[in-house]
């Protein structure tokens, strides 16, 4: 195998290979064909490898989509190359057209979505290890300008990516640092059949303009323009890589999951980055149940602005697809959108005739405990309470929060709407539905459960019998 010499794009590639540990010895790749001079020079090239240089099986896939009728032609010419380097063969034919006037789709997109789908059906069928592709360097200019006009991030800057897994199948690109004239000259020396894609020369498509307008326009600027925009996707490439890990273990770090939450504290997200920050809130949306768009620059900054602000500091914004992200001071939570109508409950609390008074609140997730003691300790925090037995006015009710309620606070000259003594205290709003409001029989709020207690039945020396009631 080593006494052959190569070509030289085959030394390159077979290099690149090795940089990028895009393939090993005995690997099954599913080689994309379009009958094009850079997707047959790419099955041309792998197959040179596989002979001469590194053990190979390779299958040929063929899409046949169906647009045009040279499309008949060209699967015949793919068909018989294959069959002329003895390398398995296999094609679809769509009706492309049919299938975007029922799904209303894009026409580029629909395309790419039903082939990626043939092959990894072929990649599955032949327990295939990689799908190499034919992305070359014109390519992959293309793409980084198209994502520049279109306003993309460090991640659409860095362009198509030389590998990556989907579906666990290794997507490979190994021409990518190759460009399409050279691609073109391969085939030439080697006699080659390829046909060339009318479509391409279509301007409507936005890719093709970049292709026949822009790219030459600004080249008379740069006569390098290609190799500058595939050095800048590289360098980009690299330190969205690693930018990406570093989000992905701060995500691990800082993100507390639940089965239909996701939440994290805002004083450790403001000291990270700007950066890291918006890449953070990326990594949560993309975790969501969600379309491919939904994590867009906008809706990003509108979260981080929010988290990092002074004020306010509760807040709750819908950010679409049934989702909600709300911060109640220092957490930031990413929920699904629920009513904000609650259940109102009301249970009642006859004079205890046992020392012990048991209720158990399984819709807010509380027990109170009622002891009938003698001698008592102070209350060693808010989740206690103590009352003068004799100045309780019975029965007692425990119920939810109502608009409007107010309560007379100890220490406090008059009453204090509910809802001010939760933002004191720091309740986040999404928890005060779910304390009760323990009345005595006059309707008096005397007691908020772990939160403050009223000015009514007092203890004092002269109290004989004492309430205590806790949460537990």
Known sequence: MEGRK???TVMQIAAMAEEFDLWKPGYRIVVAVSGGADSVALLHILHQIALYRTPLTLICAHVHHGFRTESDDEAVLVKKYAESLHIPFEMVQLDMPKYIKESGRNAQDAAREKRYAFLHEVAAKYEANSIALAHHADDQAETVLLHMLRGSGASGLSGIKMKRIEKNVELIRPCLRITKTDLVQVCEKAGLPYVTDSSNMNRKYLRNAIRLDVLPFLGQYNGQLTESLHRMAEVIGAEDDYLEATAKQTFSDMVYKTEDQLTFQVPAFKVLHVALQRRLIKLILNYLPSNDDFATFSRIESIRKGAVQAEPTTWILDIGQGVVCMREYNRITFTARKSTVSEHYSYQLDFPDEDRY??????????????????????ISAIEAHFDMSQLIWPLTVRSRLPGDTMKVMGLNGSKKVKDIFIDAKIPPSLRSRIPLVCDGAGNIIWIPGVRRSIHALVTEQSAQILEMRIE
């Open 358 to 379: 048991h209720l158990y609140l399984n819709e807010i997730e509380r027990t109170i405990h009622l002891v009938n003691l003698k001698d008592v300790r102070r209350p």
């Open 6 to 8: 190569l070509e030289p």
